[in-house]
């Protein structure tokens, strides 16, 4: 069992837009501003689509964007895109002796 | 090209070693804090260990002390994890990643490597 709680699943069409959450706890999500998003398309290396809650690395699309409220972090994608299709990890630091948590991933399917 | 390839995997036997590399290329490796994350068959991630530039700090997630060793050659741009004492449970795909320490994320990681532990 993850360490921060996903959906596993959310879908959306194309040009529509989505949002994945992430909930954690006061150690972790609602503690700290180091919330990251990845995503990852299987076979292939994980990429950092969002940082510090809400910062997007250069090249990033700004159809993506992050928030927190409290305990929960949002990833939302607009204008969904085919290419958008992966899975995505949530990730936050918790402490010293366990510098980073991970949700269990969220598949994204557009329809 | 900025990247980082894992190598390294594959089957061992219960109880027995593998050691990972990792081989960075494109940044100054040595300027780099570097961490090891798995993913187990249809889990989530998991942050395994990780090493400071000059190797003098290195933490490790509990279900791993003891066992599995961090380690790095910045003249060779390389990093590796000694894993012995395998568990079924270590059975994952392990990536190598980049760690960027002012905001506790990883902004560049590999494609990995499978280890598998059998019976």
């Known amino acids: 069992q993850s360490a921060l709680t996903q959906p596993a699943s959310v879908s959306g069409s194309p040009g529509q837009s989505i949002t994945i959450s992430c909930t954690g706890t006061?150690?972790?999500?609602?503690?700290?501003?180091?919330v990251s998003w990845y995503q990852h398309h299987p076979g292939k290396a994980p990429k950092l689509m969002i940082y510090?809650?809400?910062n997007r690395p250069s090249g990033v699309s700004n159809r993506f964007s992050g928030s927190k409220s409290g305990n929960t972090a949002s990833l939302t994608i607009s204008g969904l895109q085919a290419e958008d299709e992966a899975d995505y990890y949530c990730?936050?630091?918790?402490?010293?002796?366990?510098?980073?948590?991970f949700g269990g991933g969220t598949k994204l399917t557009v329809l | 090209e900025v990247q980082l390839v894992e190598s390294g995997g594959g089957l061992v036997q219960r109880g027995g070693s593998l050691r990972l590399s990792c081989a960075a290329s494109?940044?100054?490796?040595?300027?780099?804090?570097m961490s090891w994350v798995r993913q187990a068959p249809g889990k989530g991630l998991e942050w395994v260990a990780n090493?400071?530039?000059?190797?003098?700090?290195?933490s490790y997630v509990d279900s791993v002390k003891g066992r599995f060793t961090i380690s790095r050659d910045n003249a060779k741009n390389s990093l590796y994890l000694q894993m012995n004492s395998l568990r079924a449970e270590d059975r994952a795909v392990y990536y190598c990643?980049?760690?960027?320490?002012?905001?506790?994320?990883?902004?560049?990681w590999g494609r990995g490597t499978l280890v598998t532990v059998s019976s």
């Open positions: 990643a980049r760690v960027e320490r002012s905001y506790w994320y990883f902004d560049l």
């Open positions: 494109g940044f100054t490796f040595s300027s780099y804090w």
């Open positions: 090493i400071k530039q000059d190797g003098s700090e290195k």
């Open positions: 006061s150690r972790d999500v609602g503690g700290y501003t180091y």
């Open positions: 510090d809650v809400s």
């Open positions: 990730s936050s630091y918790r402490s010293s002796s366990t510098p980073w948590v």
